[in-house]
């Protein structure tokens, strides 16, 4: 069954943060959840947007248009759809296929920050999600996440303790968000948090998804330790909502296609990053 956007939490959300009447407020919520049904659903007809949200056709092009012009969507012949290579990712599924060789050099470096009987936050990230295959070697460990995808890959794990937060279900990244889930974070500390997120900017970390955002937060301040896990390719995207300063993180793991200029911008804020290297084969052809 597709994600019904008006089922979200997001606009309780909105409520809580600007004016509820503030017409601001009302358009920032609305282009949020098109914005997460199309995620969900791919493409959408303008026509059903209008239906399913009750704007005009004419609010409906506004929309569009100024998420287009920022990069979230796609619009032609009437037919909005995602751009999973910019603001918009489709779903996990995609997202797991995408710079893997990358994600997995960046997890085993993040691997290395883990000690035996720690208990750690994991997101439900697809980069954060290739640390699975390194944890029994690092056990007994205390595993809590939201994702869906980790819980099922970690439920046999052996001396792996696993705490799933529940929460609100979110089909296009298979993972529980909102405020149950904040608040079971909230009971809880862990040493380490490992995150990965959309896009940086301006020397800070941001997502597309304020819900998102939230979660990840809250594992944030109920963690010790927080480590960042970025490929060189979230440098060249954006995304709506920011999370925090690069400088906020304990450690920094990027991988070693990322540009030297970057990295030295870095370190000049006083990040501490750590580049993984790839991985060499060894094959040799005759």
Known sequence: MAHNPQDSSLGVFMAETLPSDSRQARQLARRQLIAEAVMAEGAIRIEDITDRFGISLMTAHRDIDEMVERGLLHKSRGVVSATP???VESS??????????EKQAIADVAATYLEPGQAIFLD???????????LSARAPLTVITNSLTLMNELRN??????MGLGGQFYHWCNAFMGRMTRDEIASLRA???FVSMSAIIDDAVFHQSAETVETKRAMFDAAQKRILMMDNTKFERRALHRFAHLSEFDVVIVNQGTPVPILRRMQDLGVNVVVAPVK???SVNV
């Open 92 to 101: 996990d599924i995609y997202r797991a296929t995408r710079q893997l060789e």
């Open 157 to 162: 794990g052996r001396d792996i303790t696993l």
């Open 280 to 282: 060499i084969n060894h």
């Open 191 to 193: 040493d380490v948090f």
């Open 124 to 134: 439900d990230s697809t980069t954060v999600q290739q640390m699975a295959r390194l």
């Open 85 to 87: 290579t910019s603001l």
